[in-house]
């Protein structure tokens, strides 16, 4: 999906009000799909948390949109709503006004919420800014800005956090922090960019009727992936299909550091979809090994005690790789020599590959290889890819930005790469990079890396475009954080599986 500044925004706006579709239709199909992505919202919260819904309007469409909002959760939920505005309806205009005058609650008018407006149990909704503000937000704004920050409540921004600016994501002065933010038509830069980055919590986009030929003709400098990009990828199975339908998938890493990171790796790649998922570790850790999936596949490989992979002849070589159709290799494997070489072995298969981990040390001296190669997967996080870019000499990209970096190394290496992090980024073969936008700060936590790991494998071997493949699999295992009964601090890397599965579902109910 495009990503547009506030000015491409508006723009597009005007063109399609001019074009015949009425303003009044458009922040109806604002309000209406944010409000059913803040029922989504509140429903994943505990009861003590949810017991009213506090929506906080300023004087444009944005605070437009929230009338409506309020409205629908008055005439369709059970849900108290209580309305907080900046001024009175008769000052508004157009739109706006139309919807205020609508509501049939009241507003409350004030340049200060009451002391009471943000006690525990409230959701609030952000509806005070829009996209086109710029410098440094004035009263009474920054002072409710300062509120709501101040509460502790969950938070929803209506289109953009109030304060942060659509174009850059700066922030002159104060914004607010939410936790989730639904945007309309398109994702702005200021979501994914700058300060905005990591005020907006999860992000939902809101289809409201732009039509697509007017998007088509719109500039933009990178792409982000939505569930709105990833759904179509779902689709039906068929129901003659068998497990060897489905992926046989080879997992290869653990060592006695980290026996159950391959463990989490084919756990991930089971709940994905994949028929078959064999993991191959060394044949010391083996007896600690206890896998959440009984379904997994164990092949231990000897390691002479060492706890880390050893060599591999030709004939046991030929019996893990041969009917395998995507393998992933590095979950817990260790930077011993032999594995290393092991890793080297399985670049001269003509199988995808998807290298974590210590796997990505080969990149140094697997350079020619590597692009010689139909699809390998490389899956850094930010401290990787310091390593790579240092020992395979990019001059100069290691003050780069995170797009260009991954860019330029899947351009280099002829391979897609996922630099991990807060907006993970997916680079294509040809440069080409995509912003992911769903996670949450659940997945900081050892072993999220090594799930994701399996989840690419598995969905490499149910799509034919790899790059399709990879966006769809990382926005999965964003989802499932998002998803998680456990909360933030509570997620850990055993629960991830699971709810790769509800990601998959919350996706297409053909999951």
Do not use: W
């Amino acid at each position: 999906m495009k990503i547009v500044s506030g000015k491409q925004m508006q723009a597009l706006d005007r063109r399609t009000i001019d074009g015949g579709v009425p303003g009044e239709l458009l922040m109806e199909r604002a309000g209406t799909g944010a409000f059913e992505a803040l029922l989504e919202f509140i429903e994943l919260l505990p009861c003590a948390h949810r017991h009213r819904v506090v929506v906080i309007n300023g004087k444009g469409n944005n605070g437009g949109d929230g009338y409506v909002v309020a409205r629908l959760l008055a005439e369709r939920t059970g849900y108290e709503a209580i309305v907080y505005a900046t001024c009175q309806p008769d000052e508004l205009s157009g739109d706006a006004k139309l919807n205020a005058d609508r509501l049939p609650l009241p507003i409350n008018v004030c340049d200060r919420l009451p002391d009471d407006a943000l006690r525990p149990g409230a959701v609030v909704l952000d509806c005070l800014l829009g996209t086109g503000i710029s410098g440094p937000v004035r009263e009474p704004y920054a002072t409710i800005i300062g509120q709501i920050n101040d509460s502790h409540l969950p938070v929803v921004a209506m289109d953009i956090p109030s304060g942060v600016d659509a174009d850059t994501g700066a922030v002159a002065a104060v914004a607010v922090r939410a936790d989730l933010t639904i945007t309309m038509a398109l994702p702005k830069i200021g979501l994914l960019r700058g300060a905005g980055a990591n005020l907006c919590g999860c992000l939902r986009c809101v289809d409201i009727g732009i039509p697509a030929t007017f998007v088509d003709e719109v500039d933009s400098a990178a792409e982000a992936t939505l569930a709105a990009d990833v759904r179509p990828l779902m689709h039906r199975l068929p129901s003659a299909i068998h497990k060897g339908d489905m992926g046989r998938i080879l997992i290869v890493g653990g060592s006695a550091d980290y026996p159950g990171a391959p463990m989490l790796a084919g756990a991930g790649a089971l709940r994905a979809g994949g028929g078959l998922v064999t993991v191959a570790c060394p044949s010391s850790v083996g007896p600690v090994l206890e896998p959440q999936d009984n379904a997994l596949i164990r092949k231990l490989i000897d390691d002479d005690g060492r706890g880390t992979h050893g060599p591999v002849d030709a004939a046991e070589f030929a019996d893990l790789t041969a009917d395998k159709n995507v393998i992933a290799a590095g979950p817990g494997l260790g930077g011993s020599d032999a594995a290393l070489s092991l890793v080297r072995d399985l670049l001269g298969t003509d199988k995808p590959v998807v290298l974590d981990a210590d796997a990505l040390r080969v990149c140094s001296d697997c350079g020619e290889r590597l692009k010689a190669r139909a699809v390998t997967v490389l899956t850094p996080h930010p401290g990787e890819m310091a390593r790579l870019i240092a020992s395979c000499g990019f001059a100069g990209l290691d003050t780069a930005d995170r797009e260009s970096q991954a860019s330029t190394v899947a351009k280099e290496f002829n391979a897609i790469v996922v630099l991990k992090g807060h907006r993970t980024i997916v680079a294509a073969p040809d440069g080409r990079a995509f912003i992911n936008t769903s996670g949450t700060p659940a997945l900081a936590t050892g072993g999220s890396g090594d799930v994701l790991c399996g989840v690419i494998a598995a969905v490499l071997c149910q799509l034919d475009n790899p790059v399709a493949a990879v966006r769809l699999a990382v926005f999965v295992h964003g989802l499932a954080a998002e998803l998680s009964p456990k909360g933030m601090r509570g997620t850990t890397a055993d629960d991830q599986p699971q709810l790769i599965a509800h990601a998959l579902q919350q996706l297409s109910p053909l999951a």
